[in-house]
């Protein structure tokens, strides 16, 4: 049973040209209260999707008139910025990063779980209404973030981080004083396409701490909620 809510669900645009499919998804979006706009092939989904602006788009790489790639090629040469999640049949690591490259936020291979399509589509919504909103710079005692140039000094020196750590760091800057829990660190840092543990988030917390904390064994910055995840405290 439905809730109600004075918030409209989000509206899922489906473009799929296989009629068991196409079904099949409404019906599972439909029964978790999402809206759906259908279409048959790639280019009723484009116009689709450029004249009612979904907040997701779901796409078939393999389309008449216009295939899964060109539509969201387009889409984003248009500059549309909802999150798209490409569904294929296909598995190989060409056809992933085809649709990656084309601007996909997401991908999926089929056969797959309804579940999993469920869960990512949920990660991509939470990335949309949290948006970038970490600040341009901050600065932590005695070290410099630049979020725009994703650098840091340390007294000066540059201080190397990997792209996860950073990531990591930019979510906790844009939610200060708030808890993240390590789930959700998942979702938007990596995404449910690696399928890592919770484990990890606690192993780049440990790096993330030797590199901006003056005491590494008791953190001034990056603190643990005990049983959630971590925050950023700021004054």
Known sequence: MSETTDTPMPRILVAEDETPMRTVLRD????????VILARDGEEGLERAIQEKPDLVILDIMMPRLSGIEVCTELRRLEHKEPIIM???????????????????????????????????RAQLRKVERGTSAPE?????????????????????NVAMTAKEFAMLKLLASRPNEPITR?????????????????TVDKHVVSLRQKIEPNPDQPTYI?????????????
């Open 28 to 35: 599972t979006l439909e029964r978790h209260g999402y809206r």
């Open 87 to 121: 569904l294929t049949a296909k598995g190989s690591v060409e056809d992933r990063i085809q649709g990656l490259d084309a601007g996909a936020d997401d991908y999926l291979p089929k056969p797959f779980s309804r579940d999993e399509l469920l869960a990512r589509i």
């Open 137 to 157: 710079s901050l600065r932590l005692g005695d070290v410099e973030i630049d979020f725009t140039h994703q650098k840091v000094l340390r007294d000066g020196e």
């Open 183 to 199: 789930e959700q660190f998942l979702d938007l840092v990596w995404g449910y396409t690696s399928f890592p543990t919770t484990r």
């Open 223 to 235: 603190k643990t909620i005990h049983a959630v995840g971590y925050k950023l405290e700021l004054d």
